[in-house]
């Protein structure tokens, strides 16, 4: 009997191990989204374990009716903490930052706008990841100077 229980404690710890690598991406890559409530704290956190360099916050505002064109590759981009903001939820953070057109992507640094991509009247978004991720070195290396 004994043989028969270590035999299904193993096993039991296999399934456990193979459900925890399943999703490990998962929890890896979640979005975080803000709303009003809590837009401007999300621009200018310090992470407690972050060097001296400066911080840089890519926000997307994002519209139900064109999830299909939103930023795809969020997930890909390096060296920046990443928001979502639903548009209906975020009025004041869409009038402050005037914007007209989901998805609309902003670059901020040290909690300043440094560079905005928005959609065209055909609702798709304008940028690549290569040229989302071009623009984030370009601050970065200006912040050296």
Do not use: C
């Amino acid at each position: 009997m004994n043989v028969f229980m270590s035999y299904k404690k193993i096993v039991n710890m296999k399934n456990f191990f193979w459900l925890f690598l399943l999703t490990l991406p998962f929890a890896s890559y979640s979005q975080t989204w803000i709303d009003d409530s809590n837009f401007e704290d999300s621009l200018t956190a310090k992470h407690a374990f972050g060097d001296d360099e400066t911080d840089i916050v890519v926000i997307e505002f994002w519209a139900k009716f064109n999830e299909v064109n939103a930023f795809a590759d969020w997930d890909k981009l390096d060296g920046v903490t990443y928001y979502r903001v639903d548009i209906a939820k975020a009025p004041n953070a869409k009038k402050e930052y005037r914007v007209r057109m989901a998805p609309t992507l902003i670059i901020f640094k040290d909690g300043v706008k440094e560079e905005v991509f928005k959609a065209g009247l055909d609702l798709l978004f304008p940028a690549s990841l290569e040229d989302v991720q071009d623009a984030i070195e370009d601050i970065k290396q200006a912040n050296k100077f």
